[in-house]
């Protein structure tokens, strides 16, 4: 699986907790960090994407999604184990946990990969 794959709905998924978490509570952190970090992670997705295209990979955009994911497993990490609230930070923590350990499996095996050629 491509790291785009997840990267753009991960991404999609932290916009949308921003947003929500502005509407009903009027939280300007949550907007700020959700969609800061959402659209750090949909700009990176779309980077490797269009490199996948060109049959190269961008570990630019892999080391720019890992280091967001762990950021975010760390500090909403702290906030789960503070408050103990599951929502949201220990929702976000979870799934950042997983995509900076999918983060660095895929920098550990060279990146995307590419079908062999057949001719």
Known sequence: ???????????????????????????TASLAGGVGTG???????????????????????LILETVTAAVLTWIMGQRYYQTSKVMPAGIVAGISVLMTGFYLYK????GNHFPAKTE
């Open 39 to 61: 659209f750090v992670l949909i700009l990176a997705g779309y980077l490797s994407f269009k490199a996948f295209e060109k049959k190269k990979n961008s570990y630019f955009a």
């Open 107 to 110: 920098l550990a095996t060279g």
């Open 1 to 27: 699986m491509h790291d785009f794959c997840f990267t753009i709905p991960y991404g999609l998924i932290l916009v949308a907790g921003g947003v929500i978490g502005y509407w009903r509570k009027g939280s």
